[in-house]
């Protein structure tokens, strides 16, 4: 939906009610487009893994009971560290509690036991 037609549905509402309204029209907007990507997926050719994965994730996007499922799996959502990264030809830096990790090439490798602010990329 669009900026000016979202005005005119909204514009006649109080500004609180104006506010939840548009964050529904928003959400409907965007489960629209995950609805249709999930199409697009599940429409996916190739027999290849890129093919199966690209269906899997379809067929995922299109069943809502099994999305909450998989996104309340704590063991699918992936523990990033937090702080700002830093990136270089080894691959993204980030500061953990008492110490550095590194992640690269799907990984997460543990390179420091001493914490600190990264400054920079590895010389």
């Known amino acids: 939906m669009g900026r000016s037609a979202l005005s005119c549905v909204t514009g006649r509402f109080q500004p609180v009610?104006?506010?939840?309204?548009?964050?529904?029209?928003?959400a409907l907007a965007l489960s629209e487009r995950l609805a249709r990507l999930g199409r697009q997926l599940a429409a996916a050719p190739g027999a290849g893994v890129q093919?199966?994965?690209?269906?899997?994730l379809g067929r995922l996007l299109a069943?809502?009971?099994?999305?909450?499922?998989?996104?309340?799996?704590?063991?699918?959502?992936?523990?990033?560290?937090q702080g700002m990264p830093i990136a270089d030809v080894h691959g993204l830096w980030f500061p953990a509690g008492n110490g550095l990790v590194?992640?690269?090439n799907g990984e997460w490798y543990p390179m420091s036991s001493?914490?600190?602010?990264?400054?920079g990329q590895c010389a």
């Open 114 to 119: 001493i914490g600190g602010q990264l400054a």
């Open 51 to 56: 093919g199966d994965w690209s269906r899997g």
């Open 63 to 81: 069943d809502r009971e099994a999305l909450d499922k998989a996104a309340a799996d704590t063991r699918r959502v992936p523990r990033i560290p």
């Open 17 to 26: 009610h104006r506010q939840h309204l548009e964050l529904f029209l928003e």
């Open 102 to 104: 590194l992640y690269a």
